[in-house]
């Protein structure tokens, strides 16, 4: 997968060589294989590269990589799935070939083309292509943002450094640690994790999904997005169509991303994605694959018996750990270091744990990631179109129908819950908000809100039926995406696994759009369409129809073989960031928490992985 960094046209920053190599230093479990530097000949650039060898584990593939006449250079980290395609081009078109890696392709392409380029790649990847002669710098983030890039600008200066993981960039010493944005630290409380283009720090952000930017001696020079999720497409796809459209999609995606020099394994759940890609996997090849599973003592969650039985239908050579109270200490520990930048998902700690156990038979895992947000998967978008004509009623309506509906007190249909908030935006931000407006202002009273550009959840009227679809999708995509695409990216680089996500690959995605919700949520049910594949391949009543998510039970970690650690966290040690938390409300949460008079199980988790990242970002400045 690697991991890669830099600093262009920073001047001032005479040790910037030094600088890149900490930063480059911190990269290595992203990438153990091997480690490249380049600097250019005037001094204005600086590279650095780790290492995970996928494709063409040779030293061919090795990076930085600068063309032949050392007119470019690029340094990417991901896979394009494509590139035998653009290789067929660029070789009708002249270009020699000394690798079968998908950089040299990459490094070729963008050469030829550019930003205009970006648009034909299919792939998961972050990428840094510099110019020497011109000192223009390109960063650019795959179609989804399943790669992560950030950036950081020079005080005072035109320099720019970015790299794989958020907190190296306070390796420049451009940053200080405790200078955070306070309205990001509110989004964080809010979301759980910092949504692209924000950043902790002032003059940092992250690379859009879909998106570029573009660097010169003068700085940042302009931002875009060469990928937007399609809104206005008629949908083309139903019923048996869509199905078969996208099982032909989803073949075709599964087999590019099949390729590799290394073993490769799938992770299984006892969902309903994961067995679909791992099914999908196992119809192409001749012998088992590996599959992994984990599970814990107690965990009402626990998928392993319907992943086991997943295993044995598709057959598949299954690997289960049960996770014991050490390897929840070591997870714990695990996500302290593997958070490049405040993270507070609590299903990381699981997401570490299959991490672990798979590193230890194979390099690369397919994941079915994506299935739930671009498939209308959870509860929420059929809520919010359940009776969506009365989006458009008055907001007291709207809620005392609802409450009366409850009850049974309603004759007619009865609209979801989403219809007793005031705005479809509103909905939303209250079922994805972490820790909500009251008990946030009573618990970090200075903060100002949200970025005010933060406009995920805008919607503005009329409340149709497709564009409630279309805006329920793109939030979907744009905001719950985003955050578990972000924890795999960290819980598999830290166990230096490479993760791909063959349902979020770029020709499923255009035929998820081109189906009529209608056949997404057929017969009121959800993602229908990858519940039927997956009946083709499995008996169809052995399916699980009830939606139980990859968490953990860590509420009773916490009261539990945690207790002593979260105590000296949150009660030993003055809050991060400095003057943000009420110590008494911290406190008070906390012991509520751990004597059970109440369940504040995200709000904690949260304030710890906060707490965590901040005391290990001050020791690296």
């Known amino acids: 997968m690697c991991g890669f960094c830099g600093v262009v046209n920073a001047g001032r920053l005479h040790d910037a060589p030094a600088r890149v190599a900490a930063m480059t230093d911190m990269q290595a479990r992203r990438g153990p294989d091997d480690e490249g530097h380049w600097s250019s000949a005037d ?116 320099g720019v450094a970015f790299s794989s993981r958020y907190d190296a960039l306070l390796r420049t010493g451009w ?45 940042v020079r302009r931002t875009g997005l060469w990928w937007t999720a399609p809104e206005d497409v008629v949908p083309d796809l ?60 107690g965990w009402a969650q626990d998928e392993s018996a319907d992943a086991a039985r997943f295993a044995e239908q598709l057959d598949l050579r299954h690997h289960l750990l049960h996770a014991t109270d050490d ?44 299935g739930d947000e671009l498939f209308f998967g959870y509860e929420r978008p059929r809520s919010l179109l359940r009776g969506w004509e009365t989006w458009e009623r008055p907001y007291l309506l709207r809620r ?48 100002p809100g949200p970025p005010s550009d933060f406009a995920l959840y805008d919607l503005d009227r009329p409340y149709t039926y497709d564009r409630l679809a279309t805006f329920s999708r793109r939030v979907e995509l744009s905001g719950q995406l985003q955050g578990v695409l972000k924890k795999v990216d960290m ?27 209608g056949t997404h949520l057929a017969g009121d049910r959800r993602k229908a369409v990858l519940f039927d594949l997956l009946g083709g391949l499995v008996p169809p009543g052995t399916i699980p129809t009830a939606k139980r998510g990859f968490a953990s039970p860590i509420a009773d970690w916490l009261r539990g073989p945690l207790a002593e650690r979260v105590h000296d966290t949150l009660v030993g040690h003055d809050a991060y960031p400095a003057g943000t938390f009420d110590a008494a409300t911290r406190r008070r949460l906390w012991e509520e928490h751990r004597d059970g008079r109440a369940t504040h199980t995200q709000v904690l988790w949260t304030m710890l992985c906060l707490q965590w990242w901040g005391e290990r970002a001050r020791t690296l400045t």
Request: glycine residues 12%; hydrophobic residues 40%; negative net charge.
């Open 238 to 297: 139903h019923g048996a169509a869509a199905r078969e459209a996208t099982g032909a999609a989803l073949d075709a995606a599964v087999r590019r991303q099949r390729i590799a020099d290394v073993p490769l394994g799938v992770f299984l759940s006892g969902g309903v994605d994961s067995p679909l890609v791992a099914g999908t996997a196992r119809r192409q090849v001749d012998q088992p694959i590996d599959a992994f599973t984990v599970g814990a003592e």
């Open 491 to 517: 819980a598999s680089m830290h166990h230096s696994l490479e993760v791909r996500v063959p349902i979020l690959d770029r020709e499923v995605v255009d035929v998820a759009f081109r189906i009529d919700v």
């Open 43 to 158: 001094g204005q650039a600086h590279l650095g590269f780790r290492r995970l060898s996928v494709i063409d584990t040779s030293s061919h593939g090795h990076q930085p990589m600068a063309t032949p006449d050392g007119q470019a250079v690029l340094v990417f980290n991901g896979e394009i799935y494509n590139h035998g395609e653009l290789r067929d081009e660029l070789g009708a078109d002249g270009v020699t070939f000394h690798s079968r890696s998908d950089t040299e392709v990459l490094l070729h392409w963008l050469a030829r083309h550019g930003v205009a380029g970006l648009g034909r790649l299919n792939g998961m990847f972050a990428l840094a292509y510099y110019q020497p002669a011109a000192r223009t710098l390109l960063l650019a983030r795959d179609h989804v943002g399943i790669k992560p890039l950030s950036y950081v600008t020079e005080p005072g200066g035109p």
């Open 175 to 219: 940053l200080d640690p405790d200078a955070v944005r306070p309205d990001v630290v509110d989004l964080y409380l809010e979301l759980r994790h910092i949504p692209a283009p924000y950043a902790m720090h002032e003059r940092a952000a992250q690379v859009l999904p879909g998106g570029y930017v573009e660097i010169d001696e003068r700085g």
């Open 400 to 447: 005392a129908v609802v409450a009366a509906g409850s009850r049974g007190l309603w004759p007619g249909k009865v609209p979801g819950k989403a219809q007793a908030e005031r705005t479809p935006g509103g909905y939303y931000r209250g079922v994805h908000s972490t820790v909500g407006g009251p008990l946030r202002a009573e618990l970090a009273p200075g903060l």
């Open 327 to 370: 390897e929840v200490h070591a997870a714990v520990d695990a996500v302290a270091e593997a958070q490049y930048e405040p993270f507070a998902d609590r299903s990381i700690l699981p997401t570490l744990l299959v991490s672990g156990l798979a590193r230890q038979e194979v390099t690369v895992a397919l994941s079915g990631d994506g």
